[in-house]
C-alpha cells in the first residue's frame, strides 16, 4: 500500500497539472468576475464605474437570455441522441464483414479530422445554399422548391453539422467496445434462439453502456462551447433562433463591446457548465467506476 | 522560372537577414477593391523594402478584432481599415494618428470635401479614404425592356413594388429584387437605415428616444419584409453585400438596391456576366429626400501606439493617392478604380470612359449629408449610422431582430417592439440622455 | 468474424456500409472536387459540375494571396509544441493518480474537465489584456502556452484512463526485484503506456490544430495558423465556391491523412477506459 513517501510524491506529481489549471481558471476568470461588476463599454475607456449586480440582472432579464438556455440544451442534446444513436447502428454495421471495411472506415471516421470552421463553411455553402447549395440543386431536379435551411431551420441546421463532425467520434468508440464483445456468448444466445432485438438489449447493450457514458461526457464538453459552428453559419440568427449561450455571450461583449454585460454572461455560463458538471459527475462518474 | 526566381529570392533573404525588414500588418475588409490593394502592394513593398502581413477579414469579424485591438491596446496592427462611423469616434478618443502629413504631393485638396469631412475629428483627418461610397438602384435593362418597363429619374419604393412584381419569374431563378438581409449594423442596417430615413422616420428623437417601434419604421420594415419575401431571392437572411453582389453578377437579381461601390464590378466584364445589361438610377425615395442614400468610406488609419507610423504613413499615402488609382486603372482596369475618394479620379478621360456610372456616383456622394439625415431634427450625425459608441450594440440587435422577422419567425411588429425595448434599455444604462 | 452469414445477408450489409460512408464522406469528397473547378462551374448542379473541366487555377490563387507555407508550419508547430507540454506536465499527474489514487483522484479529474466546459468568449477581453502586457500576442509561444492549457484536462484524463488499465501487480513484482522508481518508469511503465500516449498525442494534436476560437482572436499574421488562412476565404467577394473549397482542402489535408495514417493508434487509446 501507498506509503506517506509515495504519497508525497504523488502530490508532487500531480501538482503542476492542478497549478496550471488553477491558474488559467482563476486569473482570468478573477478578472471576469471583477469586469462584471463594472459598467465597462470596450469603446469607452476609463468611464468604468461600478454597476453592482445591473449587469447579471441586465444579462438574465434579457428575453434572449432564456432562448440561448433552450438552444445550448437543445443542441447538446440533440448532437447527442443523433451520434449515440447513429453511432450504436453505424458500430453494428461496420462490425459485420464485408468488403472493403478499411476504406469504409476511413470515409467515416474522416469528419472528425475536418476543424469546425471548415466543415460549417462546406455546409453552409456547398449543401445549404438555397441557390447554390447541393441540397437546392437536388431539389430543384426533384420539382420542389429549395428549402432555405439555415434561416427555416437554423438549429437543425448547425445540429445536423455538429453531428457530422462528432458521428465519427462516437461510432469509433462504441465499434472499439463492440469488437471486444465476447462472441461465444453471442453464438450461444443465438443458438439459445434469442431474437436479434433481444440479443442486441440483454448483451450488445449493457456491455456498451459504459463506451457511452464516455461518449455523452467528452461530447457534453465540446459541445456546451459550440461556437465556431454559429458564427460562420448562421450568426446566432435569424433574431436569436440558434444563438447559444457562448455566443450570446460573444455578441454582448465582442458585437456590442459591452464587456461588463459579457462578462456577467461568462460568469453565468461557467456556474450553468459547472452545475452541469456537477450532475455529469454524480450520473456518470458512477458509471464510470463500476 | 518563376521557382527558380522564388528560390534565389528565399536564398538572398535568407542570406542578408532581410527579416530585419521592417514588416507593416494591416487589417483589411474581404472587399473587392481592398483585394486588389493586396494584389498590387508589391509594387508598394519593392519600391520601399518593406513587407506587409495581410489580415483579411470578413466585415463583421475585422470590425471585433480591429476594436478590440485599438480599444485595449494591443498594438496588433499598424494600419487598421475603419469606417466613417469609427474614424470620428476613435479620432475623439485620441486612438488614431492624425493623418496630416502625409507628404508635400499627397493634395488633400483633391479629397472629396464631405468624404474628408467624415473622417475627421477635430478638425484633424484621421482616416485618409480609400474608397466611398453612397447607395443608389442598379437594374438589368435587358429584364426591364422584355417586360415594357422603364426606370423612371428618380423611382419611388412604391414604383419599385410594382416593377419588382413583373420582374419575378422564380421558376428561371430570377429575383424582382436583391436587398441585404444578413443582420448586422453594418449590413442590413445600411440599407434599412435609408429606408427608414425616407419613409420620415429616425433612430432617435431629440431628448434620445428611440424611435424603433415609431410608424415609419413600422411602414418601411413590412415594405421591406414583404417585397423580399415575395420577390427575394431564397436565402436572404444570409445575404450581405458580398452574396447580393455575386446574386446580381450572375444574372439572378432584377433590381439591386446597393453600395455605389459596387458598380466596378458588377460592370467588369471580367466578374459580371451582365456587365452589358445594367443601367442605375438614384436610391428610391418614399416620403422624403433625406437620408434615403447612405454614405459609407473605408478608409486606412494607424492606431495612436503605432510605433511604426512612418512605415504606415508612407504606405497609406501610396495607397490612397492619386498615383495608385492610375495604377490600378491600368493593371486592373479602369472600371476597378476605387470610387469615391477624390475628384482627380473622376476627371480622368480613361474612367469617364470606362465607367458610365462615374458622374452619378460623384453626385449622389456629394448629395449626402450626414449632418442632416433625417425629415425631422435629430442630436445626432451620420445617415444609416448614429455615431456614439452605443450605436453598434443597438445597431446589431435591431439588425438581428429585423432578419427574425425576415426569416418569418416573428413579426413585424413584434421584432420592432424588442428592438426597441432593447434600445431603450441600452440608452438608459448608458444615461442618456446627455 | 467466425459467424456464418449468408451471401444475401453479406450483400446487404456491404451495400449499406458503402452508401452510408460514401454519404458521410460526400462532403469532404465535394470540397475537393469543387477546389479543382473553375469559379463559374463550381456553382452549377452537381451533374455538370463533374463533367466540367478539371483546373488548379483555385490553388494558384489562394497560393498566390495567402502564405500557406507559414501558416502551415505555425499550425504544425503550435499544435504539436502544445500537445508535448501537455504531455509533459500530464504523464506525472496521470500516473499519479493511476497508481496513488487518493480519495480526491476523482473529483479532481471531473474539476479538470470542468476548467474546458468555460466558454472562451468571456475571459477573452481578460486573456487579451495579459497577452499584451506580456508581449504575447500574436507569437506562437503565447498560442501554444493556451492550447497546452485548453487541452491539458482531456490529456490528463486519456493518460489516466490508460493507466489505470496496467495492471498493478506488474509494478509490484518490479518493485519486488528491488527496481528503482526510474527503472520502473522507464523500463517497466513506459513500454506498456507509449500506445497510450500515441494516442493521447495524436488526438490531442487533432483537437489544437482544428481550434478556432483562441487562434483566431490572439493572432494576426505572424503566428497566425491555418484557422486564420482559412477564414479570410470564408466570404470573400464576387463567386468565391471554388477558392474556398482549394483553401479548405488545403487546410484539412494535412491532419486528414495525418489521422488516416495513424488510425489504429488513435483508436487504441481513444476508449477512454471504457472497453476492457
Redo the contacts between chains.
Sequence with gaps: MATAHSRALARLMVSPSVILLLMWMIVPLGMTLYFSFLRYNLLMPGMETWAGFDNYYYFIQQPSFWIALTNTLVLVLGVLCITVIGGIALALLLNQPFRGQGIVRVMVIAPFFVMPTVSALVWKNFFMNPVNGMFAHLAKALGFAPLDFLSQAPLASIILIVSWSWLPFATLILLTALQSLDSEQMEAAEMDGAGWLSRFRYLTLPHLTRSITVVVLIQTIFLLSIFAEILVTTNGGPGVASTNLPFLVYSQSLLSFDVGGGSAGGIIAVILANIVAIFLMRMIGKNLDA | MKLRTAFLAATAIALTGAAQAEELTIATVNNGDMIIMQKLAPEWEKATGYRINWVILEENVLRQRVTTDIATRGGQFDIMTVGSYEAPIWGKQGWLMPLDDLGEDYDYGDLIPSVAAGLSADGKLVAAPFYAESSFTMYRKDLFEAAGLTMPEQPTYGQIAEFVEKLTDKSREQYGICLRGKPGWGENMAFLGTLVNTYGGQWFDMDWQPQIDSQPWQEAISYYVELMTKYGPPGAVSNGFNENQALFQTGKCAIWIDATSAAGRVYDPKQSEVADKIAFAPAPQAVTPAGSAWFWAWSLAIPSSSTKADVAKSFIAWATSKDYVKLVGEKEGWVAVPPGTRLSTYELPEYQEAAPFAATVLASIEATDPARPTKDPVPYTGIQYVTIPEFQGIGTVVGQQISAALAGQTSVEAALKAAQDYAAREMSRAGYPK | ???K?SPTR?AV??V???S???L??L??L??VI?SFKSETDA?R??LQVLSAPWTTASYAEVQG??NYGAHFMNSVIISLGSTVLALL??I??A???A??P?RRT???L?W?????????????????????DFGL??TRIGLTVVM??IN???V?WMLYTYFREIPSEILEAARMDGAS?TKEIVHVLTPMAVPGIASTLLLNV?LA??E??WT??LT???A?P???F????????????AK??AA?TM??AP??I???FS?KQL?RG???????
Design positions: 468474424m467466425a459467424r452469414t453479406q450489409v456491404t449499406a456500409a458503402w452510408i460512408g460514401f458521410i464522406f462532403p469532404i465535394w470540397t469543387l456553382i448542379t452537381p494571396r495567402s506536465v500530464a506525472p499527474a500516473w499519479a493518480m497508481f496513488q487518493g476523482k473529483d479532481l471531473m479538470m474537465l470542468s476548467t474546458k466546459m468555460m466558454p472562451a468568449v468571456g475571459v477573452l477581453i481578460p486573456i487579451y489584456l495579459m497577452f499584451r500576442l500574436d497546452t492549457l491539458l484536462p482531456i490528463v522508481l487533432i490544430w482544428n478556432a476560437f483566431l482572436q494576426t499574421s505572424k497566425a491555418l484557422t486564420a482559412i477564414a479570410s476565404y470564408s466570404s470573400p467577394e464576387g463567386l468565391f465556391y474556398l473549397s479548405s487546410a484539412i491532419i486528414l495525418l489521422g488516416w488510425q483508436v481513444l476508449t477512454f477506459g471504457a472497453v476492457k
